[in-house]
């Protein structure tokens, strides 16, 4: 597997007992990861350093049943998001 770049990280589920990333791997000991999808999103919102794991917002968006883009380079330079009603 390729080394991907360290500002790229994954989101525990914050399951307890179970350390484990949103993708399915296994979090090591002080790896720095997302505590939880929260976490994720509101460094997203706030445009943070650090990227989310693309398998990782995935498998966020598939458990909510929205369909993630895994393209996370592209980026809207509409800085008011609309609030989206839900399609049919
Ligand atoms: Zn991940």
Redesign the pocket.
Known sequence: MAERPNY????ATGIVGENV?????RLYAFEW?FMDASHAALNGRAEGRLL??????K?IGTALGIDVDSDRQKKSCDASPAIQSPTP
């Open positions: 790229i990280k994954c989101v990333s949103w993708c399915g791997r990861h989310t794991c693309p398998e990782c917002a498998a």
